[in-house]
């Protein structure tokens, strides 16, 4: 599940990168600069929905993506591509304006790529958040056991060997019939769960004075140990210094051994 949710999160980002480069090439062909603007500032959060807000459904995430793009396809499929001047430098500048068809594959384009980029993300964080019994939406269907096996095999002794776990070739198999169901009925949330004192993180702001932390603690006598190795070393050191001191000779004078 580590390496599966690695790729998924790596795909993730290529799909947002390739969202920022078409906000580009739409803004290039038709400057407008505040729908670009209103588009680049808010597609991190179709990345990462439930790290923003848990409690929203993938219904109100597609919401939001009509909602910032919706101005974009009026004013292409009535006006056409927004003449004039951007703030961006064009040397290359274009040999025929952009028709309207072109620029609202574009924008249909965006649409399509924040939707599969939202529930990328919005699957792939909810399944880590559930149990790990908890069946992966975004796996292939495994396919059903083949009964073509013999009545009698030697595979029915060794209990371990009949046991064969089902392996996805691909990392993820995003079907219309799964998000159809999760915009019909949102997922449930999932169960909380119950962490011990052991492994909460101790907070200055919270962690009040007389309840110390095991970690707290362990620094303590760490540095009581430190302390006293150190003392114990300087009391050695001045007990060398004064058996050196005493076995000096005075010049000229007799070897006490």
């Known amino acids: 599940m580590p390496t599966r949710y690695a790729q998924r999160q790596h795909i993730v980002g290529s799909l947002e990168r390739t969202l920022y480069q078409l906000y580009a090439i739409s803004f290039f062909l038709s400057p407008a600069f505040l729908p670009y603007l209103c588009r680049t500032m808010f597609q991190f959060q179709f990345a990462r929905p439930r790290d923003i807000e848990p409690r929203l459904s993938l ?5 939001l993506i009509f909602l910032f793009n919706i101005n974009s396809i009026w004013v292409h499929a009535t006006e056409g591509p927004v003449q004039g001047r951007s703030v961006v430098l064009d040397f290359v500048g274009q040999a025929s304006p952009p028709t309207k068809l072109h620029l609202l594959c574009i924008d249909f384009t ?19 958040a559930m149990p790990t019994d908890t069946p992966d939406p975004l796996l292939p269907i495994p ?16 209990p371990h060997k009949s046991e064969t776990l089902y392996e996805p070739p691909y990392v993820l ?12 009925s949102p997922a449930p949330p999932p169960p909380e769960q ?9 907070l200055p702001n919270t962690t009040t004075p007389w309840h110390l932390t095991n970690t ?7 540095r009581a140990r430190a302390r006293q190795r150190a003392r114990t070393e300087a009391d050695a050191r ?6 050196d001191r005493d076995r000096r000779t005075v010049p000229g004078g007799l070897d006490p051994t």
Not at 59 to 63: C, L, P, Q, S, T
Not at 238 to 243: I, N
């Open 194 to 202: 119950e962490l011990s004192s052991d492994d909460l993180l101790p």
């Open 216 to 222: 707290l603690q362990v620094l303590i006598r760490a």
């Open 59 to 63: 219904r109100f995430w597609f919401f």
């Open 173 to 184: 198999n995003l079907r219309i019939s799964h998000i159809y169901r999760r915009l019909r």
């Open 238 to 243: 001045r007990e060398r210094g004064v058996e």
């Open 143 to 158: 396919p059903p056991p083949t009964s073509s096996t013999p009545l009698f095999s030697a595979d029915e002794d060794d």
């Open 110 to 128: 965006i649409i399509i790529l924040n939707m599969v980029l939202t529930t990328i993300a919005y699957e792939t964080s909810l399944q880590s």
